[in-house]
Nanobody, 125 residues
Framework: DVQLVESGGGLVQPGGSLRLSCAAS????????VGWFRQAAGKAREGVAI????????AYADSVKGRFTISQDKAKNMVHLQMNSLKPEDTGMYYC???????????????????WGKGTQVTVS
């Protein structure tokens, strides 16, 4: 059974930083595409950042480019999202997600994301 457990969320002032972590079990980080999505209250879930198995193929939502950085630690089987210069509009529930198969595209769309964590809340105010 695959489990993704997020941590690191919390309340932070605008301009501050948070580092989210995703611990995976029953799944090998670095094998397939993994990433982070977020969902603000009353809005649709959106892709924030993804990273391919090679570690160099990353993509970010336009709204977070230059502020967020996704990384994967294969040795610890974890995924991280460093969030800097946070804005109130970054507020939302952040979810760790992963592709089930290596053949599935690594994109910011949720279509190919089969595994999801329960989320960690990020509030910027």
């Amino acid at each position: 059974d695959v489990q993704l457990v997020e941590s690191g969320g919390g309340l932070v002032q605008p301009g501050g930083s948070l580092r989210l972590s995703c611990a995976a079990s029953g799944y090998t980080i670095g094998r397939n595409c993994v990433g982070w999505f977020r969902q603000a209250a009353g809005k649709a879930r959106e892709g924030v950042a993804i990273i391919g198995s090679g570690g160099d193929d990353t993509a970010y939502a336009d709204s977070v480019k230059g502020r967020f950085t996704i990384s994967q630690d294969k040795a610890k089987n974890m995924v991280h999202l460093q969030m800097n210069s946070l804005k109130p509009e970054d507020t939302g529930m952040y979810y760790c997600t992963a592709n089930k198969y290596p053949s599935f595209p690594c994109t910011l769309e949720p279509t190919w994301k089969d595994y999801w964590g329960k989320g960690t809340q990020v509030t910027v105010s």
